[in-house]
């Protein structure tokens, strides 16, 4: 909203101006208030530069319109979207399109929130990306090459070669490992004796072997990060937080409102914030099924125990028993 001389004016977000907030934040020009704890807890960046609880001076951090923190070289539009993996009415279910979640993946890395990275990460493998568009996004937030290997596979067996466009997104080190993988099949398959190979000659386990060797990965990963505690990459892509003016000493004894779980725990705050997304999104995500940790880590379901292998040592003392038995007879 603009005002008569061309500024624009500072408005309450209409989805994130909590009444129980103890956290102010202007950016743009919206106005946020929001819950610190979510913050606190995540990330080491905001750790540092909001300071846990009161200051040294006695006085606590921004929590009015006139009193409050800003956070340039963010966009207003990208923030909300950030908030809304904390305040998501409907819990478990995140659907949302490529562009939601990579404005949540920017901040995500940025800050160093890792477990919202691994949320982005899982929701962003249940979407039908172009190959080239999910390798240069991979690369950039730095998440596991493990997860590129179908991605890897199908430009290496496609028949045309990569443009000057997709060789600009992918870079060079990575153009060069796809040619690099595209001779060896050539060459392979000559050694062979095919005569006028084609890729569609290969075998996806063969071209997995070679994309494994020339791109030197393993297994497949079990989280797109690094466990363990949270840290700000490189340290210096962070945006800026600026404190506004101190809130004056009044005598006031200031009470935060309670915050009541890891996520969608406000306490007595009440809203009503949607995903912001749009009402003709078309998004491919799949339904999950079941109660997802919506911030924690990416759990191994794999692991599976057959009763046979559950008790060896009962199985070995009912074969004493019955041998014993026979020997009695």
């Known amino acids: 909203m603009v005002n008569e001389h061309g500024v624009s004016r500072v ?3 209409k989805d994130y101006y909590l009444r129980g907030g103890d956290m102010t934040i202007l950016v743009e020009n919206h106005l946020y208030r929001i819950h610190s704890y979510f913050f606190e807890r995540e990330s080491l960046f905001f750790r540092q530069k ?25 966009k207003s539009e990208d923030f909300a979207r950030f908030l809304w993996v904390f305040y998501n009415p409907k819990y478990s279910l995140y659907e949302a399109p490529l562009d ?8 995500a890395t940025r800050w160093g929130f890792n477990n919202v ?38 430009i290496v067996k496609r028949d045309k070669p ?13 153009v060069l490992r796809v040619a690099d993988a595209r001779e060896r099949a050539r060459q392979r398959a000559s ?20 994309v494994r060797e020339v791109f030197g990965l393993g297994s ?20 800026t937080i600026k404190l506004g003016q101190p809130p004056k000493k009044n005598g006031a004894t200031v009470t935060r409102n309670g915050v009541n779980g890891p996520v969608n725990g406000t306490g007595s ?20 099924s079941g109660t997802r940790n919506q911030t924690g880590g990416i759990h191994n379901l794999d692991r599976e125990i057959s009763p046979a292998s559950a008790n060896p040592a009962r199985n070995g003392q009912q074969g004493q028993r019955g041998s014993a038995g026979q020997s009695r007879q």
């Not at 705050?269 to 999950?288: G, I």
């Open 11 to 13: 408005v309450h977000h």
């Open 50 to 74: 909001l300071v846990a609880g009161p200051s040294e001076d006695g006085e606590d951090r921004p929590s009015n319109d006139s009193n409050h923190y800003t956070l340039e070289d963010v």
């Open 100 to 107: 939601v979640w990579l404005s949540i993946l920017r901040l």
């Open 117 to 154: 990275k691994e949320l982005t990460v899982r929701e962003l493998e249940k979407l039908e990306i172009e190959c080239v568009d999910k390798i240069s996004i991979y690369h950039e937030h730095n998440i596991s090459k493990l997860y590129l290997i179908p991605s890897y596979i199908a």
């Open 162 to 174: 990569l443009s000057f466009t997709e060789g600009v997104k992918l870079g060079m080190e990575t």
């Open 191 to 210: 050694e062979s004796g095919v005569r006028t190979p084609s890729f569609d000659d290969f075998d996806d386990s063969d071209v997995e072997v070679l």
């Open 220 to 239: 497949r990963p079990t989280s797109p990060t690094p466990t363990g505690a949270s840290t700000i990459p490189n340290g210096s892509d962070a945006s």
């Open 269 to 288: 705050s009440k809203h009503d914030a949607s995903p912001p997304v749009p009402s003709n999104n078309t998004s491919n995500t799949s339904n999950t």
